[in-house]
């Protein structure tokens, strides 16, 4: 009892600790205004809530993270960010560090353009356009403290294979700290763009919290290919909302990866403006050790004639756990939408946990959707098939293993980023077979 | 080279091989026939080494080692290979990749170099060719998607890579049309030699007439119940299992 009693007055200094975070920001800009008053009304998150249950909420309530100074004085050094980056998009690329943009180790390609995000949030009514104020405590925060990150436009362009990269390095700060960047990136009608985004830790040792915003706009027939690989540090916690609202016959193949940090929550708000538009999500999550990976998914047809494709594979080994929790919502409008959801896991322990939750919830009738489920162990057919083939047991599970994740991986659009993530889970798959030996 | 005695063995407390034996020297080839279900399957994955199958009582012993005291991968870097039934689709694992571990997990058993992708792919080209098979199945992941025929294709290729001392072909030509059936018997004819024994199970006789058996055992209920030379294929073609069941039940 006085645990529970000790537990709630935790969270709420906790709760009075993240608005008064937000009530001395003193933002000026409209976006902020709303979500300071959103914040005073919503609560903690709390397992009582769907979309929060099945996460280890202590880990993200182990401290009042906040805006930390930094510990070291090591700033990014040219050689790191050319060490980290994927080096494929001929140098464009964007930095941000600890969720500041680093304009010195930044170039982005002709017909982009980059504002950061406190000088955009003055006059340009983009900023939070798809997002709105936050659902969440956590969204409403980065919104209420908005400042740090950058307002990205892509027109049309003669060459279509424009490529950028952003950097994501969180390290150097005092343990706790709050790191709350916001990117919105805009692809004008006809505009294309091959995007990777990394979010890494970079060995940091410090406990802290990533809380990132991602809103994108793509403009009437925009493409959008985007890769994203999260490998925070180990202590780190890492929560990025991707809001994604797609005009007439654009098209977003999207692929995450979440491999790195203690805690991790990824949500996807998916909505469509307008016909013809093709939403494709691809996502792979390892979870070892004590992680924990939370997927969100919140797909809203609302209007006829869109499709969309979620196909997501976790691996969980140790004590990790993974949470997947997929909505795809058609609306009584939305016919001839075309919209399938796919979530598989394999167990490599028992005392990993999986809890997955694929809805569908159809108000239209002339459509087409289909979702689907499976958690299993690997297939000991496969695995005597190896080996009956003279190939060990621990390299055979590895290769089942990599196979699995390889459909997601190899969706990556970048080759560079695709083949780090694969050298990622070999690595990881080798310390598991270690363990289990 | 191999010598099965009294073998018992079962799954899910369930006995399937119910005292066994079978004796194989090198360079022989036995086919086995028999009905569905009596069991032949059961011996090829007992010999491969599948966890699942339990076996009771009984021995192999394989080139003069305890078979039955081997892991699956360390019967096949000994030399043992088998052909399945039902090969398993690995998605996600590239088909070259796979052949290439493989190759070389056998070839350093074996004390032989590893082979570098040049060398591997030149090997495996020239099987691809022999075997009739398309390179394009190569890039694809492992019997994923594959057509019936492609697949037992694709164990043949396997076989004719690792080159191994006894292989044990389970229906390899079930699903085969009558080309495929003739490339995939000169991919096993290739391979005789008086080193190489092969067990060859089948339910058709055609088959036995491109891979010509020194001795055909008949699988029934568990047991080998009548052995014979190849007219034991074409009388068991003519008159089906039901006779040599009617002698066993009346001995
Ligand atoms: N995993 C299993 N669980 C339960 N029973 C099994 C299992 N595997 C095989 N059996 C049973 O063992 C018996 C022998 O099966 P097996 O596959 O060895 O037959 P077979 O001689 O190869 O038949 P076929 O000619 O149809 O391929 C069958 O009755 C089968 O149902
Ligand atoms: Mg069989």
Known sequence: MSAMVAGTARADLLLQHFRSLADTSKPHHALALKAQTALHALPLPKRKQESWRYTPLPVLFEQAWEPKPAATTAALSVQQVAALALGDTDGCRIVLHNGVWLPALSQVPSGVSVLPLAQALADDTVVGSVSGPGRHLFAALNAAMAHDGVVIRVAAGPDPEQKLEILHVNSGLASGWLVQPRVVLVLEDGAQLSLSEQYLGHDDASAGLYNGMTEILLGRGARLAHARLQNEADPHRHLNALYLRQQADSAYTGTTLAMGGLWSRSEFHVSFAAAGAHCELNGFYLSGGQQSHDLQLDIVHGVPGCSSTERFKGILSGRGRAAFDGIILVQPDAQKTDARLSNDNLLLSRQAEIDTRPQLEIYADDVQCSHGTTVGQIDAEMLFYLRSRGIPRDQAVNMVCKGFAGEILQTCRSEVLQQRAQALLEQRLAGVLAGMA | ?251
Do not use: C
């Open chain 2, 1 to 251: 080279m191999l010598s099965i005695n009294h073998l018992h063995a079962g799954i899910n407390g369930e006995e399937i091989l119910k005292g066994l034996n079978l004796e194989i020297g090198a360079g022989e080839v036995h086919a086995i026939m028999g009905p569905n279900g009596a069991g032949k399957s059961t011996l090829s994955k007992v010999l491969a080494g599948r966890e699942e199958y339990v076996v009771t009582e009984g021995s192999v012993r394989f080139l003069g080692q305890d078979l039955l005291a081997l892991e699956p991968e360390e019967r096949a870097h000994l030399g043992i290979f088998m052909a399945f039934q039902y090969p398993v689709e690995l998605p996600g694992v590239n088909n070259t990749y796979f052949l290439q571990t493989s190759l070389n997990a056998i070839r350093t058993a074996r004390g032989e170099e590893p082979l570098n992708s040049l060398n591997f792919m030149k090997q495996v080209r020239s099987k691809l060719r022999e075997l009739n098979m398309d390179e394009s199945l190569l890039r694809r992941s492992v019997n994923t998607g594959f057509s019936g025929g492609e697949m037992k294709r694709n164990e043949i290729l396997q076989m004719s890579l690792l080159e191994p001392k006894l292989a044990i072909l389970d229906e390899t030509d079930s699903g085969l049309d009558i080309d495929a059936l003739r490339i995939v018997a000169d991919g096993v004819n290739a391979l005789r030699s008086p080193e190489r024994s092969m067990l060859v199970i089948t339910h058709y006789q055609r088959l036995l007439d491109y891979i010509q058996p020194d001795y055909v055992h008949v699988l029934s209920n568990g047991r080998i119940i009548r052995s014979g030379d190849k007219s034991l294929a074409l009388e068991l073609e003519e008159k089906g299992y039901g006779w040599i069941k009617a002698q066993e039940a009346a001995a």
